[in-house]
């Protein structure tokens, strides 16, 4: 039986201007319940126009781009884009539940998007901006989108990259998109096509003038509280993508609540991540808005120009927050070396990181010498599927964050032994949590909702530590998290499986000597190619399985093996593969089944 969740924590939900109030916070029911029943919410409303009516000129955003270009928002001007916006939604045929894919860079009209595909109750998706076109197209099928957001080109470590040729190419394998809206960022020249329309022309003609005032039409959409807000794909369980829908109420509440119990110290909050990163999206956007803050978005890589472009920006718009992944606090730390002694950032006061464990020596680092002063540090864990983070080991008020009732289960579902491994459920319900599923909903039922019957099972393995502190230590499924994003192993090795060199694969999560989570391909190859450089094969690979799934899915490492034997088969091979000594070196590494074996024997 599930436990019900510890209401009064979520009580500072009713604060959000509801349409209509709900009539009750939770009531149980499948999937653990059903979260604000009766009530009627805009996520526009609530980020956005409430706090420009209130302080129009408070600052909403602070935007800079890769070439340093800067712009600010206040709630007023932001308000203003989203109606127009909005209104040239409307126009286009776009209203209650058609879904937009916004296939867009970290930029202000990015946010825009969002917020105007909330206020006329359209659901929007955020496509990663790296993806290949046949991938483009294979994730804009998945969801069913209606309209594309794009911009002509996005700046990333001082290249461009054509989206809008991109989106062209994925178009034209595809149908069901009636317009594509492009942003002009870089300038470049592109192709022009019917449906094709400019972000700027649309919103400036959709702007209320001397002939053109607002109507009952523009008004904000009065949804349900489970009315999807978002669709966030995830990566492909048993080769079928796999789309939750995440709603409104559920993600304004979570966000509210973990921002102000668990993560901000202090006013401008600026989350360093991809644009398509969920979040990026709760906790550097929908936190700081529903709370009437200062959200700072950066368009491009921190390392761009110099290494010292993330402590420029935390000291050009005085970040008190930073939220971010350990990788790039890591990254961030093998940098601070090579600068020398950084100036103090006497604006920043909190570090957030998640994503993937951060490791302690991260940690005392960030904690004394990223800011060049002390700041508190908190290590969070959070999942696409419950709305983004819903645990920090040091929240910035313990007493008022929600509890999940989290406990480590053995493989029969009971509880573990004090300090043994096993995978963390949770007993008590989030608001966050999905309201909807696309795709194979029945594969999600049975990962997180039917295994254990009164938890939620998270597929994460875990242990408490000596400190009393969750020590997160993998997945228990076939699926990683690179810089935040989930990437399935099992679609990398199809991929390689089906590439001519290639006769046996294999596709693992390893640790680099930083402690980052990489992604290791082991192959047998095709016996005709033992005369071609292993550097040849390594840059063909990576180069396909790129093209199909996209960067973050091409391994770091490729370890060739002489041939896979009968002795080890499924888990126990991988586990033997991502155990055995071979360093971290890029280059392609040879081993033999018998290393395998005697790599077996050690970890097994």
Known sequence: MVESPDLERWAPALELPWARRPDSLWTDGPRHGR?????????ATACVSVTAERTPDAVALLWEGEPGDRRSLTYAALDAEVAALARALRSLGIGVGDVVALHLGWLPETVVAMFACARIGAVYAVVPTPLPAEALADRLRAIGARILFTQDGAWRRGTVLPLKARADEALAALGGIEHTVVVRRTGIDVGWYEGDRWFHDLVVGARPGPRREPTASDEPADVPAEHPLQLVSLANRRGRPLTVALGTAGSLATALIVHRSGIADGRVHWCAGESSWLGTQVHGVYGPLVTGQTAVLYEGTVDVPTHARAWEIMRRYAVSTLVTTPSVLRTMHSWSVELGTIDRLDSLRRVVAFGEAMDARTRRWAAAAL???????????????????????APSDPGAMPALGERIADDAGSAAPAGETGELVLTRPWAGAAVGVAGAADSLDQVHWM??????TTGDRARVDGSGRLEFLGRTDEVTSVSGQLVSLCEVRDVLLEHPFVCAADVIERRDQLGRRVIAAAVVLEPELASVEPATIARDLGMTVREALGGLARPNMLIIVDRFGDELRGSERRRALAGIPVGDSPHPRAVTWEQVLAAASVTG
């Open 451 to 456: 295994r254990i019957p009164g938890a939620y």
């Open 371 to 393: 800011a060049g002063q002390p700041v508190s540090v908190a290590d969070g864990w959070g999942q696409v599927e419950l709305g983004g983070i819903v645990l920090l080991d």
């Open 35 to 43: 979260w604000f029943p009766g009530g009627r919410i805009n996520a």
